[in-house]
C-alpha cells in the first residue's frame, strides 16, 4: 500500500478514534448524573444507563480495534490479514479501516462463534 494511502487511513482512523472518545465522554457524563427521586422515573433511567454502558463497551472495543491498526500501520503490515497474511481488500479496508481479518477470515472467525 502506497503512502498517501497509509496516510489517508491514518487520518480516517485517528479521526474515528477522537469521535468515540468524544462519544465516551458523554456517555461517563451522563451515566454519573444522580437518579431521580421518583421510581418509575429510575426505572427508566436505569434502562437507559444499560443501553449508554452496551454503546460505550461497543465504542471501547472499536478504540481497541483502531489502536491495533494504528500499530500495524506503524509496523508496515497495515492491510494484510493477521490470521492468513494474504492482502485485505480495498472494499473491506474503506467499509472497515480497522479491520485485521480478511473476507474469508473474518467469515471462518464468526463462523466458528456460532
Known amino acids: ?12 482512523l485517528s479521526s474515528r478514534k477522537r469521535e468515540l472518545y468524544g462519544r465516551l465522554v458523554k456517555i461517563e457524563h451522563d451515566l454519573d448524573e444522580p ?12 434502562e437507559n444507563d444499560e443501553v449508554l454502558e452496551g454503546i460505550g463497551l ?25 490470521r ?10 474503506n467499509a472497515v479501516p480497522h479491520a485485521p481479518l480478511c473476507q ?6 464468526a463462523a466458528g462463534a456460532k
Open 84 to 93: 492468513c497474511g494474504l492482502p485485505i481488500s480495498a472494499e473491506r479496508l
Open 58 to 82: 461497543a465504542g471501547q472495543e472499536e478504540i481497541r480495534g483502531i489502536d491495533a491498526a494504528l500499530d500495524r500501520i506503524a509496523a508496515g503490515t497495515f492491510g494484510t490479514c493477521v
Open 1 to 12: 500500500m502506497d503512502k498517501l494511502a497509509l496516510d489517508d487511513f491514518r487520518e480516517r
Open 104 to 109: 474469508e477470515c473474518a467469515a471462518e472467525v
Open 35 to 46: 437518579m431521580n427521586a421518583d421510581v418509575p422515573d429510575r426505572v427508566t433511567e436505569r
